[in-house]
């Protein structure tokens, strides 16, 4: 569906995506074909190797740069993608939340994940009831952040504060989610899946172990990679791999709904599964055309999906 507004408006795409950054992820992240990257200019897709890491702070600057680019093309940037948090990083400014810290990085990685979980729950219970506690990279974030600062996460997120050096958004930015009814989205996701596994998800996750993957925290958190990290290591069969990232995928799109349907500015857009891209696209389009600074005026926007 970007891709058809890119083409419609002259538009260039900007990736929203925490895991296509990285080079080699490439099945397992659904990337772009190369003849969509070449038909329509993507920007943020392979900008950093395995070793490196990624965060929000490195999104909001390379995308502000690339924004900058687009436009001086006279182009229009669309950004496409599900990390929320990314989202939220440019529209409103980084947050107030400290740098991390080695000394207290390398502790908590060192330390196994059940006691984690453990201080998690103690000293932030909010978050800890909110956070995805199969992800360690998060739960070891949101640890980071209560020992530097002495304050439960949960309240520093829920203060974030607006920098206006580094937001971004306009009162007529239209910002859009897709919406699908839980059994349309659950054979999508099944069908994405078997495709993935089909087109060497396995082979490439194999080939990516001998170039440090096991070694990136962040990047082994990218759904399928770590399941399949543990199949090839002898943990589980391929069957029982292949049913394990299909119920992990199914947990993370509810999470990414309850975190994009407590954004305000959202302007939701129901599609069917007969639903093409072109057509997704002209409900996007009629939806901007007729609520004008839509992601302004709440009385525009279509009624959020439904919990499932």
Same mark, same amino acid.
């Given at each position: 569906?970007?891709?058809?507004?890119?083409?419609?408006?002259?538009?260039?795409?900007?990736?929203?995506?925490?895991?296509?950054?990285?080079?080699?992820?490439?099945?397992?992240?659904?990337?772009?074909?190369?003849?969509?990257?070449?038909?329509?200019?993507?920007?943020?897709?392979?900008?950093?190797?395995?070793?490196?890491?990624?965060?929000?702070?490195?999104?909001?600057?390379?995308?502000?740069?690339?924004?900058?680019?687009?436009?001086?093309?006279?182009?229009?940037?669309?950004?496409?993608?599900?990390?929320?948090?990314?989202?939220?990083?440019?529209?409103?400014?980084?947050? +107030? %939340?400290?740098?991390? $810290?080695?000394?207290?990085?390398?502790?908590?990685?060192? &330390? #196994?994940?059940?006691? /984690?979980? @453990? *201080?998690?729950?103690?000293?932030?219970?909010?978050?800890?009831?909110?956070?995805?506690?199969?992800?360690?990279?998060?739960?070891?974030?949101?640890?980071?952040?209560?020992?530097?600062?002495?304050?439960?996460?949960?309240?520093?997120? +829920? %203060?974030?504060?607006? $920098?206006?050096?580094?937001?971004?958004?306009?009162?007529? &930015? #239209?910002?859009?989610? /897709?919406? @699908? *009814?839980?059994?349309?989205?659950?054979?999508?996701?099944?069908?994405?899946?078997?495709?993935?596994?089909?087109?060497?998800?396995?082979?490439?996750?194999?080939?990516?172990?001998?170039?440090?993957?096991?070694?990136?925290?962040?990047?082994?958190?990218?759904?399928?990679?770590?399941?399949?990290?543990?199949?090839?290591?002898?943990?589980?069969?391929?069957?029982?791999?292949?049913?394990?990232?299909?119920?992990?995928?199914?947990?993370?799109?509810?999470?990414?709904?309850?975190?994009?349907?407590?954004?305000?500015?959202?302007?939701?857009?129901?599609?069917?599964?007969?639903?093409?891209?072109?057509?997704?696209?002209?409900?996007?389009?009629?939806?901007?055309?007729?609520?004008?600074?839509?992601?302004?005026?709440?009385?525009?926007?279509?009624?959020?999906?439904?919990?499932?």
């Amino acid at each position: 569906m970007a891709l058809r507004l890119a083409q419609r408006l002259g538009g260039e795409i900007i990736s929203v995506d925490s895991m296509q950054v990285y080079r080699g992820l490439d099945v397992g992240t659904a990337k772009p074909w190369p003849a969509d990257r070449q038909r329509v200019p993507h920007h943020l897709i392979d900008v950093v190797e395995l070793s490196d890491t990624f965060d929000a702070a490195r999104f909001v600057s390379l995308a502000r740069q690339a924004v900058n680019e687009i436009q001086a093309r006279g182009h229009l940037p669309i950004f496409c993608g599900g990390t929320g948090l990314y989202f939220k990083a440019y529209l409103e400014g980084l947050g +107030a %939340t400290p740098p991390p $810290d080695r000394a207290v990085r390398a502790e908590l990685e060192g &330390t #196994p994940l059940p006691e /984690l979980l @453990r *201080e998690l729950a103690q000293r932030d219970p909010v978050t800890f009831g909110q956070i995805d506690r199969q992800n360690p990279r998060r739960v070891i974030r949101a640890l980071e952040v209560i020992r530097l600062t002495g304050q439960p996460f949960s309240e520093q997120r +829920a %203060t974030w504060t607006q $920098d206006p050096s580094t937001a971004n958004s306009g009162p007529a &930015t #239209p910002f859009f989610g /897709l919406s @699908r *009814e839980t059994p349309d989205l659950h054979a999508r996701i099944e069908a994405r899946l078997d495709a993935m596994f089909r087109g060497g998800l396995v082979e490439e996750t194999q080939r990516l172990l001998a170039l440090g993957l096991a070694e990136n925290q962040s990047a082994m958190q990218a759904l399928g990679y770590r399941q399949v990290v543990e199949h090839l290591r002898g943990q589980r069969a391929l069957a029982e791999t292949i049913a394990l990232v299909k119920a992990r995928t199914r947990q993370f799109a509810k999470r990414q709904m309850t975190w994009f349907r407590h954004e305000p500015r959202l302007i939701w857009v129901p599609l069917q599964p007969e639903t093409s891209p072109d057509a997704a696209a002209d409900l996007v389009l009629a939806a901007s055309s007729v609520c004008p600074g839509a992601a302004s005026t709440p009385s525009c926007r279509l009624p959020p999906p439904e919990k499932g």
